[in-house]
């Protein structure tokens, strides 16, 4: 089904492609197995995936890159969180570029 079809269901390949495209191991197995389960139920009701199960989604991201870059996280987190001087406000982008180039290295090519 297309997405202009107001059902918002998907075709059985995409569901299996959301929930599928790359192995979590580690602590993330249960936020990527509550994701499936999400996109599972979705298909069957009339709300997208991407609306039901964004809070899943969000939540697995945020393992997932957690896992990979701990340090540059935790960073981002410290020095994003919050308004500050021209200085933190630098040491925040420089957290943020640290974490870009730590998941581009755990990217496959």
């Known amino acids: 089904m297309s997405r202009g ?4 269901r ?6 299996a492609s959301a929930s599928t ?8 197995v249960s936020a990527q197995r509550a994701l499936a389960e999400c996109h599972r139920r979705a298909a069957r009701g009339p709300l997208q995936p991407e609306v039901l199960c ?42 943020r570029i640290d974490l870009s180039l730590c998941l581009e290295a755990h990217q496959e090519p």
Not at 71 to 93: F, H, I, M, W, Y
């Open 10 to 15: 998907r075709e059985p390949e995409a569901e």
């Open 54 to 95: 964004r809070h899943l989604n969000r939540a697995l991201a945020e393992c997932v890159v957690t896992a990979c870059c701990p340090d540059e996280t935790e960073a981002v987190r410290t020095l994003c969180g919050s308004a500050g001087t021209a200085l933190k406000r630098t040491q925040c982008q420089r957290a």
């Open 5 to 8: 079809d107001g059902g918002g």
């Open 21 to 28: 495209a790359f192995p979590v191991l580690g602590p993330c």
